[in-house]
């Protein structure tokens, strides 16, 4: 026992900071050719002669397992190089490759490190001062503040509003968030909504009144860049802010308003300004029910002598992950803020702060993905078990092969939404190219939420118990993870909204994506080794066809019991074709054929396989009652 517990000892080696600051017993030299299996013999030898020593002489940090030592990000990445090669014009290409490979060794050796302070000390709410008084003051580390201006001097908000590269500017900018946010601490969530907020103003033609706001929130100055919170949830729920927005605002002699109400989970506190919904009063003190009765308001959260703005700080939330970063309840009483949408179109105005919270949502899934599988093959390359190294195993590989799949068709749907948001930002998309972004973005958020979480911890196992240690900072990764799959929607929130797309374009949107796939298969119609994958998408493509003919005699109801089954058809089948195109381009490896292969082997019509199993049926749905509350009080009635 005493030396099982030794050895797990020397197996956490105490990483107070992280991979990069382990200071592990290495054992240098693996190679994976000629003279591996000699190698391995001597590590083996050296750990026995340790456990054959006396306890006195051991040393007590002794490593019997080499980290993972992944390099330059941007460099690693096979395919985000060959997709920006496909894809972007030479010149910017140029330009953007340097400054990608500069920003990769920026993060690797300066941005990461902070990261991982900034997961050791968690902000802190002091609600008092010494002399009893109120001050309600998030204190938040130095690594944090340093965060945000890191984010300024990249320029990690800015290169979306600047369009340097003109229609190519989104795709810099998602590659760029990309590439920080698993080594940035938390802050890949504040700039989200500072993104999200930016492009309201924008959308708004950018009011003289909102003009500062808008110039701080996009500027690369350290000492004048603002972030934003979103002040949407309240104690009613987040998603169906119809119903649950209590907040009422009460209009001032000079045309400002006072906001009064509860937030209930209000991310990033600690921002320099938020955007949130409130009702209006009239004159007798009542406000207008539904989402008609919705407004968009402004507000800083400090005013001018930089105290709070009219807002009470609760307490700070106590969430499972994300937790460097200050999610907080806040009372609003009185804080003074400025109407910025029309009366009662607040919703409307909010929609764009939406959609581009979303993409930043599935750009920390695929990034979550990326880095977990970057740590999982270079662990790979060191870890000894059963005599040979973790690579040299079948099943192993073959387990991370299926998880670099998944990623890859995750960000093709990643990249395919910031070009699409590209040309429609710089007035180049056509018709059919905006009604594939608002079906894409709800569609790419839910399902790459779920993939996530699925190859977090299924990456996390492929270190065994190592993998469970707090202090390797896996479980950070795990953790922070898990909130993409409910963070700006759920799977199933999401998925009723994908059928509003269908239905606000009288499903037009649906001959689109038909049309688009087959475009991107035609590329693919020269290549020999692509026809497999191409028939099975093409397959999948008809059954959805058929299904969603049938589904308009079928009635709502059980629309929406396959509604999630229908949005991630639409995720396999775009996520196919995009990967066959990439695969049929010039230059393309035999890798990126394979991948294509190995996606579009899965079912990719998951609707259309449940309608043949009846699964949408009123009995089914019946049956599902039965399932869930059997043996409960509350299913009495269907258990007879």
Known sequence: MFILALCRLGATCRLRHGWDRCQACSFRGFSTTAGQGQQVSLQEKQVGADLEMPVARREAETLFQERPEPGNQYLEDALLRSYLEAHLPPKVLEEVNQELEGFGNRLLTKIRPLGWECELNPPVFRQYDAWGQRVDHIVTCSAWKRMKEIAAEEGLIAEAYERRYSNWSRVHQAVKLYLFSTASGGFNCPLAMTDGAAKVIESLGVPASLKNAFDHLTSRDPRKFWTSGQWMTERRGGSDVANGTETVARKQPDGTYHLHGFKWFTSAADSDMALTLARIEDAEGHVKQGSGGLSLFFLRVQDEEEKLNGIQVQRLKDKLGTRQM?????????????????????????????????????????????????????????????????KDHPLHMQTIARMEVQTRGAFLLLMEMARLLGLAETNMASEQDQLLLRLLVPVAKLYTGKQASAIAIEAMESFGGQGYMEDTGLPVIVRDTLVLSIWEGTTNVLSLDVLRSLTKSQGQVMAVFFSTVQNKLELASSSAELQPAVQWVQDAAGRLARFCQGAASEGAVPMELAARDFSYSLARIYAGALLIEHAARPGSSCVDVCAAQRWCRQELCPVAAELGNGSYSAEESSLDSALVYAGSPAGCDSDR
């Not at 009372?331 to 105005?349: F, H, M, P, Q, Y």
Request: charged share 20%.
């Open 326 to 390: 200050a999610t907080a309840e806040l009372w609003l009483n009185g804080a003074k803020a400025e109407l910025i949408s029309a009366e009662g179109r607040g919703v409307a105005s909010i929609s764009n702060m939406l959609n581009i919270t979303r993409i930043h949502n599935v750009i920390g899934a695929v990034a979550s993905m990326r880095r977990m599988i970057s740590l999982s093959r270079q662990y790979a390359l060191k870890r000894v078990v059963f005599g040979k190294l973790l």
